[in-house]
């Protein structure tokens, strides 16, 4: 908590502006002040005199004495008599008030010491505390500022200049100022300005820091680009989208920042637990220094123990248990590709029963490729006949004619010239090649001109298949398939060993749906489904009790992700303005749903934890600090109470830098 900001308002986890490394240096300074400051009034002390065995004999040395403690207590403790004020203008006592008031009493009881009143003086104890509140404060801030470096770490990834195409000269230009349509290059090895469509070039683009994808992708002419990512050996030029402030990239930052500001309610659990523990310091703190008074104790000793239960009661590590593991969890989410618009729908993420799939494109890849070729002529290759479907499809904008296409250039075969090209309605293509009437047709059109199916057919239902025709007699068919993700079985397993249902939303035909089900292992699914009525589909299974999740790429999708408990919307750049999901996943990567849930689990269990020690400290070290075993001979100072408090900061924020995406 820095100083001046209430644990309970804008936390200073939060603060992700230059004004927080001054913050920084500042405490750094007070600290190096006071360490100085300390070390003679250490020696002037009667009581470390006594323990140390030493005799430093200085006329006026309590004025002395009380000249370095004032600077201190007024240098050094100002962060914290000023956050004290603060809480207590916004009537919300915190830390600071607890802090503030700790030194409070032990500066002005010590300085009534000097000037008369019987009893001991706590300079040092006065030095020592604010000293080592100035060392907890800034490593504090430190932890704070290291999770919020990773969001600095995604604003350097835009460069600061682009190299505009202005007719034949390029000029160097401000990303800032570049507009839709303007043209840009990309020289091999730079970072891409703005998002775009490659106007001319390929390359292979690294993606990485954004997307989470680890592999160069190859990009061509009409492929979109995002801001941010790093050229590979070709140069490009692009084609501007839109201005940079609405770039992927600057979305992606607002979104992590909107995150880290947004409370979540583990975080009001621990702002609540901080304002009880505050007033139950100060409240224990009178009542310990009653007790030990009013029992025959001297003023100094009951002071001590006041001062120093109200030190150990200081909630720093409460302060900092949820917030640190916010910025940590969203910054760490944000490099592996995962968006969090909202906290609450991500520490949901836990709560999950049952995961909803759209099908195209989430565990599929979303377009038809060729799975295989049969060929049943013998003077007939499997490419040749490739090439004759290829010839036909060629004029075709279907699917099915672009998977076939794609395998030819993929095999990098010559397609030959058609003449008297003719589409057969509904049931294929024909046209002559090379003096051949070739027809490319569906098994319904073999059915109606009573073509027997060959007998090594056997059609697997998720995939397309057409035949081919020479002459009207049958050479051989092609079957297509939306192919299943590689990473989608491992996805579905391991929600399977995570007791969490999957369950498959599509509206692609049963077969299809019941096909890519069972290979896929998964629980249930639902075919043939319209947009709108995905969203009953979902309202179902939350009737049933389940805890949903919904992934979909946008649009359709829109109401069921609205519906569902936690939205999940998939897809690239474009979709993020799929609203009304909670969670965009930049990759439509299956693997990449299941490490949401389990990384939501996992801060999630990180939050508990770091609130389990904050709180569970306190309830050892306060009896010790109030005197409960006195008898015994253990007392904590005020000092011990500092450091045992700075510790347990320490350890919460080492806790927190920890969380590791699986």
């Known amino acids: 908590m820095s100083a001046g900001i209430n644990p309970s308002h804008g936390h200073a986890g ?98 009534a010491t000097v000037f008369g009143l019987q009893g001991m003086d706590f300079f040092w104890e006065l030095a020592t ?102 050229n590979g050996n070709g140069a490009i030029r692009i084609s501007v989208l839109h201005g940079s402030k609405d770039s992927y990239l600057s979305q992606v930052i607002r979104l992590v920042q909107d995150a880290q500001r947004s409370k979540s309610k583990t975080q009001l659990l621990a702002d609540k637990a901080a304002r009880w523990l505050t007033i139950i310091a100060i409240v224990t703190g009178v009542a310990t220094f009653l007790i030990w008074f009013l029992s025959g104790k001297n003023l100094a000793f009951s002071i001590e123990r006041m001062v120093t239960v109200i030190v150990i009661c200081c909630p720093h590590a409460l302060g900092l248990a949820v917030p640190l593991v916010v910025a940590k969890s969203t910054s760490l989410s944000a490099q592996h590709g995962l968006l969090i618009k909202n906290r609450t729908a991500f520490e949901n993420a836990r709560k999950i029963t ?32 490739l090439c004759l479907a290829a010839a036909l499809e060629q004029n075709s904008e279907h699917p099915i004619a672009t998977g076939i296409i794609q395998k030819a250039k993929d095999l990098s075969l010559s397609i030959p010239a058609t003449q008297n090209f ?94 890519v089900a069972e290979k896929l292992n998964m629980n249930s699914f639902f075919a043939e489904v319209l947009p709108h009525q995905k969203l009953e589909k979902i309202k179902e299974l939350q009737d049933k009790g389940e805890y949903v999740a919904m992934t979909g790429d946008g649009i359709n999708d829109a109401p069921a992700l609205a519906q569902a408990d936690v939205g999940i919307a998939v897809g690239s750049g474009s979709d993020i303005a799929a609203e009304t999901a909670g969670i965009v996943l930049v990759n439509s990567n299956p693997k990449d749903i299941v490490s949401l849930i389990l ?47 700075s510790v347990s900061t320490v350890i919460v924020a080492i806790n927190a830098s920890l969380l590791k995406v699986k």
């Open 354 to 385: 049952t995961l909803v799939f759209d099908k195209t494109g989430t565990l599929t890849i979303g377009k038809f490729e060729v799975s295989k070729i049969v060929s049943l002529a013998v003077d007939l290759s499997e490419n040749n006949l």
């Open 129 to 230: 505390l604010i000293l080592i509140m100035l060392l907890g404060h800034w490593i504090e801030m430190k932890s704070i500022a290291g999770a919020s470096r990773e969001l600095e770490l995604l604003v350097q990834l835009m460069p600061d200049d682009a190299h505009l195409v202005h007719g034949a000269h390029i000029v160097d230009v401000k990303t800032d100022s570049l507009k839709a349509n303007d043209i840009i290059l990309i020289k091999p090895g730079e970072k891409i300005a703005a998002d775009g469509i490659i106007a001319d070039g390929e390359s292979y683009l690294n993606e990485s820091m954004l997307t989470g994808e680890s592999k160069p992708v190859k990009k061509k002419k009409g492929d979109k680009v995002i801001a941010g990512s790093i």
């Open 14 to 111: 939060h603060d992700h502006h230059p004004a927080h490394a001054g913050m920084i240096a500042d405490f750094k300074k007070r600290f190096i002040v006071v360490l100085v400051l300390t070390v003679p009034i250490m020696l002037l002390s009667e009581m470390i005199q006594h323990w140390l065995n030493i005799h430093l004999i200085l006329r006026g040395s309590q004025y002395v004495l009380f000249a370095l403690s004032t600077i201190v207590f007024v240098y050094g403790g100002l962060p914290f008599l000023k956050g004290w004020m603060d809480e207590m203008r916004t009537k919300t006592p915190g830390m600071m008030t607890l802090i503030g008031f700790a030194i409070s009493v032990a500066y002005i009881y010590s300085a």
């Open 599 to 645: 990384f939501g689990k996992a801060t999630y269990r990180k939050m508990v934890q770091n609130l389990i020690w904050a709180t569970g400290y306190n309830i050892v070290a306060l009896p010790l600090a109030a005197g409960v075993l006195y008898k015994m001979g253990i007392l904590l100072s005020p000092a011990a109470g500092a450091v045992l408090m």
């Open 422 to 515: 003719k589409a057969i309605t509904g049931k294929g293509v024909e046209a002559s090649v090379e003096a051949n009437n070739i027809k490319v047709v569906s098994p319904g059109y073999l059915k109606e001109n009573n073509l027997l199916f060959p007998g090594n057919y056997n059609a697997d239902a998720a995939e397309t298949v057409v035949f081919v025709l020479i002459n009207t007699k049958l050479a051989g068919y092609i079957a297509l398939s939306d192919a299943i993700r590689p990473e989608s079985a491992k996805a579905i397993q391991t929600l399977q060993e995570n007791k969490i249902k999957s369950v498959l939303l599509t509206g692609d035909n049963k077969p299809v749906a019941a096909s």
